[in-house]
T-cell receptor, first 117, second 115 residues
Framework: AQSVAQPEDQVNVAEGNPLTVKCTYS??????LFWYVQYPNRGLQFLLK??????LVKGSYGFEAEFNKSQTSFHLKKPSALVSDSALYFC???????????????FGRGTQLTVWP | SAVISQKPSRDICQRGTSLTIQCQVD?????MFWYRQQPGQSLTLIAT?????????ESGFVIDKFPISRPNLTFSTLTVSNMSPEDSSIYLC????????????FGPGTRLTVL
């Protein structure tokens, strides 16, 4: 079964500093991994994904994530945080099995990122 | 990307009533999903709704409580039946766009409060 863990409920960082939001996963087979962001009273917005290829994936709004197979991690990073990055971030893994479960996403519990001025 | 709208955006309902949430997509999609996000929690998949077949429900969710319709490739509804305060959540629909394989796009959500 697929699962995702986000070990931190909250991450606080000063504006201009680098940020990291952690994610580890457990899958059977090759992982399809995703990061989504949720701003207050908004739906989820896609940030980036890892399917195959380079371990460093670049996404929207200057975010990137590093896939590490040996550590089964997919941490979200940004070199210089902005106050506007403050939001709820979700890591997710896709079910690549067959049949009715194909396509479903398994989400971590979310990490609230707060960037203070 | 796919643009998804949901109606209503929020509602306050009385215990025992039902609410139907609509999800409209600006392009034809094969797979649509309904998720629930309870306060302070992550997203939980309720069911997968594919056009032309009955919805597939996840463990803990049943058709009598959450009936789903998928009449065409751009539209779906989720009904929350016989509501109780425990059903207070944000309900989100999502789609997997044909041209963006493996990317799921989410609607803005419907914030439901049951009194």
């Amino acid at each position: 079964a697929q699962s995702v863990a986000q070990p931190e409920d909250q991450v606080n960082v000063a504006e201009g500093n680098p940020l990291t939001v952690k994610c580890t996963y457990s899958v059977s087979g090759n992982p399809y991994l995703f990061w989504y962001v949720q701003y207050p009273n908004r739906g989820l917005q896609f940030l980036l994904k890892y399917i195959t290829g380079d371990n460093l994936v670049k996404g929207s709004y200057g975010f990137e994530a590093e896939f590490n197979k040996s550590q089964t991690s997919f941490h979200l990073k940004k070199p210089s945080a902005l106050v506007s990055d403050s939001a709820l971030y979700f890591c997710a893994v896709r079910d690549i099995g067959r049949g009715s479960t194909l396509g479903r996403l398994y989400f971590g519990r979310g990490t609230q990122l707060t960037v203070w001025p | 990307s796919a643009v998804i709208s949901q109606k209503p955006s929020r509602d306050i309902c009385q215990r025992g009533t039902s609410l139907t949430i609509q999800c409209q997509v600006d392009s034809q999609v094969t797979m649509m999903f309904w998720y629930r996000q309870q306060p302070g929690q992550s997203l939980t998949l309720i069911a997968t709704a594919n056009q032309g077949s009955e919805a597939t429900y996840e463990s803990g969710f049943v058709i009598d409580k959450f009936p789903i319709s998928r009449p065409n490739l751009t539209f779906s509804t989720l009904t929350v039946s016989n509501m109780s305060p425990e059903d207070s959540s944000i309900y989100l629909c999502s789609v997997e766009a044909t041209r963006s394989y493996n990317e799921q796009f989410f609607g803005p959500g419907t914030r439901l409060t049951v009194l």
